[in-house]
């Protein structure tokens, strides 16, 4: 499986694989369920391999640990997931 680092790599520097509406869902602990935003909304600091900053529609920013990401779409599509910790998978 591809990394979610190497992922969001392809999303940004492979003008074809790009195209598209991205969104990316991550695990919130303590809600405990996965939270879904708009890949504009995700900033990538240049030289952090650990985290992003997620700007959530609410205007809440969290920083959000790689591992914690869950799934991808693109245009509605999963293109990406792995399981939420304590479900089988």
């Known amino acids: 499986m591809i990394t979610i680092e ?5 999303i940004r520097w492979d003008p074809q694989f790009g195209r598209g ?3 990316l869902g991550y695990f919130d602990r303590l ?3 996965i939270v879904t935003v708009p890949l504009e909304q995700i900033h990538l600091a240049a030289g ?3 985290s992003f ?9 969290h920083e959000v640990p790689f ?3 869950r799934e991808v779409h693109r245009d509605g599509v999963c293109i990406w997931s792995r399981s939420v910790p304590g479900e089988a998978g």
């Open 6 to 10: 190497a992922l969001l790599q392809r």
């Open 31 to 33: 809600r405990r369920e």
């Open 67 to 69: 591992h914690r990401v």
């Open 21 to 23: 509406r991205f969104t």
């Open 48 to 50: 952090n391999h650990f």
């Open 53 to 61: 900053t997620a700007v959530e529609a609410d205007g809440n920013v």
